[in-house]
């Protein structure tokens, strides 16, 4: 009768969590993290371990990577041969690591991330570095365990004479875990080890004495002690790394810029396109071409510039836009005692200092045992030979090899392993000169086995010859270091004009916040009419200006937003413009109030803000330089259903006036409002009554004797000289400027400070738009009502007036 099946009923999500840790488990310990002695992972070990297994060492011929792959698959790493031949080509790509560990002939690959050659034509053998790594390994140095299928052993970690954890960084990520170390120089990673053993206690400050970073097999330039020294203290920290650059001058006036050391696993042909292409979009101006000249010779990328061009710029741009500069964060996590660890410097070089410690011990013990052995037999055939025609006669007379054995044992008391040495002994050996050489080899076996004895006795002398070793691996493979360090990061300021090409355009915004830049070309061919408006939209402003400018937009609800012209749509003067909220979000009730264009953010400048419930605000301009842009800043803080009524920009010796809509207009000079930061609310403009609030603010210079004009909703339209009124002091109620009427008051709609040229705009409750050019009315004085410019009962109340915006160009003087 057949067994019933079993089954588990298990809930999948403790199947999957158990299967999921296993997997984790392997992938931690046995894939994709470096073991912190040897510095490999397992197929790295595997492959080495293999190679020499193999033979396939430094001073033979070089065997095909194929046989080679086989071999590792078949014996020790059960995975598919890719992996197996990737993880090969790696440790022989001298870009990647800092002492290749594999040489190859054939394609290996490239620092443009080309591909290598199938395996079935490249061939490969260690590198003589390699065999450091692997010395001595049948000494019984390390452990060894049997392979997947039991038919063989292979070891858990090699011997490693050399740091190569240190030497030649790693990279990797597991489950849970990344690791990331930076390949050094090997003479300074040894100088540190020998300090470490000199003085276990020392600090990561005096390593760095010897030890001063990372040192990449690519070069280049690292920036930043601070970073090294917290991932030396800590195993975590990051620092700046860049390619190697220089300016050269070339013939007719122009410069280029050459490259010829790219930061670490930057790949060389995508940088070299983002730069090509950072010149297509015209991201950079300046560039003419970019060539890849890379040869036999050496790397070597040209950035040619076009005349007169702030090369410092361009090539500061680059470092900051593209890979020629890159981070690179320590993550220093390494397998120890079976477990991922996050390692400091001061932690690596002990695990490595104690790993040596033991395979030099276990080495000592393997050779004072051989020693030992072969003492003994030379001991026995010393002896053989002094009683050698004794012996002679004795075997002469036995049945076989065996009883000669039993008999030389029990006549003259030798032990089994000499009596097997003497009746294997050769005849020629039994000559005169011999008894002297095995005299000489058993007087070197003392001298070894005394000085083995003492090495296993004092871990003073062990330590000693852990030194030793390492001075001669020094003396060998020292090389210069590549990579030059600096001690802090430079702060990358980039020149707008590289970046901008610099061209004078005209900017439009309108007051629902359509804005626009148009060519001059575009402008002139229109003769400036036929602009695109919407529908009860009007121009807030019209100005020349350069793609290399700035320009404020001041809203109502006391929000700005900072656009570099040249980020403007470049769109024609007969089309509309994009709307303000495609470039960053504004509420659905906040329209354009003002628009500030500047070319420098200089000192003694300020901004002057007047808001409806009677604020006025001073502050410097270059508190409005902003550095990040993507939304609506703040300009000023308003209280309740406070808004902004204008904004404008003085250099701080300008009149003010303001005026409420219950007709009271109050003058005094701008000094009056003190100077405060960005975010504040400011301070009380004017004195204001139950249900009056502030129409307008002007600023204005009394010098050129402008003309007050106001609008009020009856139509009425009134123009006053300024010496009407006596200049005042900031807060007070300020002087009327309308007759008061018991019935239907004047309410003032509109106010402005203007000059001959300006145009004024009304629009009427039914629609209506009218212009009025205020300098053809009469002056008033302060207690009549005007002129009546529009009938209100038919075409309805005044409800708006503004100001057209005319074509300026606010830079006219700085120019000239």
């Known amino acids: 009768m057949s067994q019933p099946e079993t089954y588990l009923d298990l809930p999948l999500e403790e199947v999957i969590g158990d299967r999921f840790g296993r997997y984790s488990k392997y992938i931690i310990q046995d894939r994709a993290l470096p073991d912190a002695r040897d510095g490999l992972k397992p197929v790295q070990r595997r492959i080495l371990y293999a190679m020499h297994e193999e033979r396939n060492t430094h001073d033979k011929n070089f065997r095909k990577s194929a046989k080679t792959v086989g071999t590792v698959i078949g014996n020790y790493h059960p995975h598919g041969d890719s992996s197996v031949y990737e993880a090969m080509v790696r440790l022989s790509q001298e870009w990647k690591m800092r002492n290749v560990l594999i040489e190859m002939h054939g394609n290996n690959g490239s620092i443009d991330g080309d591909p290598s050659a199938a395996m079935r034509y490249t061939e490969a053998r260690l590198s003589s570095i390699s065999s450091e790594l692997l010395r001595d390994i049948h000494k019984d140095t390390v452990e060894f365990i049997p392979n997947f299928d039991d038919t063989d052993h292979e070891p858990v970690v090699l011997p490693a004479k050399f740091p190569n954890l240190l030497v030649n960084g790693s990279t990797g990520i597991s489950a849970g875990y990344a690791t990331d170390i930076p390949p050094h120089n090997l003479s300074e990673v040894i100088d540190a080890v020998i300090q470490k053993i000199d003085n276990p206690s020392i600090t990561v400050e005096e390593l760095m004495n010897v030890i001063k970073g990372p040192d990449f097999p690519t070069g280049g330039i690292i920036q930043g002690i601070d970073g090294i020294k917290k991932a030396y203290e800590t195993g975590k920290g990051k620092v700046v790394l860049r390619g190697r650059a220089r300016v050269e001058d070339v013939r007719g006036n122009r410069q280029q810029i050459v490259i010829d050391e790219i930061p670490y696993d930057v790949n060389k042909a995508n940088m070299v396109k983002k730069i090509d292409e950072l010149r297509i979009d015209r991201k950079v101006e300046g560039i003419a071409e970019v060539r890849d000249e890379t040869d036999r010779t050496g790397l070597r990328i040209v950035i040619e510039l076009k005349k007169d061009v702030n090369s410092e710029g361009v090539l500061n741009f680059l470092y900051k836009n593209t890979d020629l500069q890159v981070t690179y964060h320590f993550n220093m996590v390494a397998i120890q005692d079976k477990t991922p660890k996050l390692l400091s410097l001061t932690n690596i070089l002990d695990a490595y200092i104690n790993h040596q410690k033991e395979v030099v011990t276990r080495q000592t013990k393997f050779d004072l045992k051989h020693a030992q052995d072969r003492a003994h037999i030379v001991e026995g055939l010393i002896k053989a030979i002094s009683i050698l025609d004794e012996l002679i006669a004795t075997i002469r007379a036995s049945k076989d090899k065996q009883d000669a054995k039993r008999q030389i044992i029990e006549k003259y008391a030798f032990t089994d392993a000499q009596a ?228 404008y920009q003085t250099k701080g010796y300008s009149d003010v006036f303001i005026a409420s809509n219950k007709g009271y207009g109050l003058w005094y000079h701008e000094s009056e409002i003190n100077v405060v930061g960005q975010r504040a609310a400011g301070v009380k403009a004017i004195q204001l009554k139950e249900d009056e609030y502030v129409v307008n603010g002007q600023v204005f210079d009394d010098m050129a004797d402008p003309s007050i004009v106001v609008v009020t909703q009856r139509g009425a339209c009134k123009r006053m000289k300024l010496r009407e009124f006596e200049k005042s002091s900031r807060a007070k109620r300020g002087l009327i400027m309308l007759r008061e009427l018991k019935n239907k008051a004047h309410r003032v709609r509109g106010f402005f400070v203007t000059y001959e040229t300006d145009v004024l705009s009304l629009k009427t409750a039914e629609g209506e738009t009218t212009e009025v050019l205020p300098l053809e009315l009469s002056t008033s004085d302060r207690y009549s009502n005007g002129s009546f410019v529009i009938d209100t009962d038919t075409q309805g109340e005044v409800i708006e007036v503004w100001k057209q915006a005319t074509y300026q160009n606010p830079f006219e003087d700085l120019s000239e």
Request: with cysteine; charged share 30%; aromatic share 8%.
């Open 420 to 647: 097997e040495a003497i009746v294997m002994l050769q005849l020629y050996r039994l000559t005169n000169t011999d008894i002297a050489s095995l005299e000489e080899e058993a007087a070197d076996l003392r001298k070894k086995i005394s000085d083995l004895e003492s090495i296993l006795a004092s871990e003073k002398k062990l330590l000693q010859s852990i030194k030793a070793d390492l001075k001669q691996l020094k003396k060998t493979y020292a090389t210069e270091r590549r990579t030059t360090i600096q001690e802090k990061i430079e702060e990358l300021t980039i020149d707008i004009e590289v970046m901008v090409a610099s061209e004078d355009v005209l900017v439009s915004a309108t007051r629902d916040g359509y804005i626009k830049r148009t060519s001059i070309r575009s402008y002139s061919a229109s003769n400036g009419e036929d602009f695109a408006i919407k529908d009860n939209d009007h121009l807030v402003s019209l100005v020349e200006l350069n793609t290399t400018d700035k320009l404020l937009m001041f809203t109502n609800k006391g929000k700005y937003v900072y656009i570099p012209v040249h980020e403007l749509p470049d769109i024609r003067w007969k089309d509309i413009g994009h709307h303000i909220s495609n470039l960053v979000a504004i509420e659905k009730d906040e329209y354009i109030v003002q628009c500030i264009p500047v070319r420098e953010f200089e000192e003694n400048n300020y901004l002057i803000f007047f808001t409806k419930n009677g604020m006025v605000k001073r502050s410097e301009l270059k508190l409005y330089e902003a550095q990040r842009y993507s939304k609506a800043l703040i300009a000023l803080n308003l209280k309740n259903d406070d808004e902004v009524v204008s904004v």
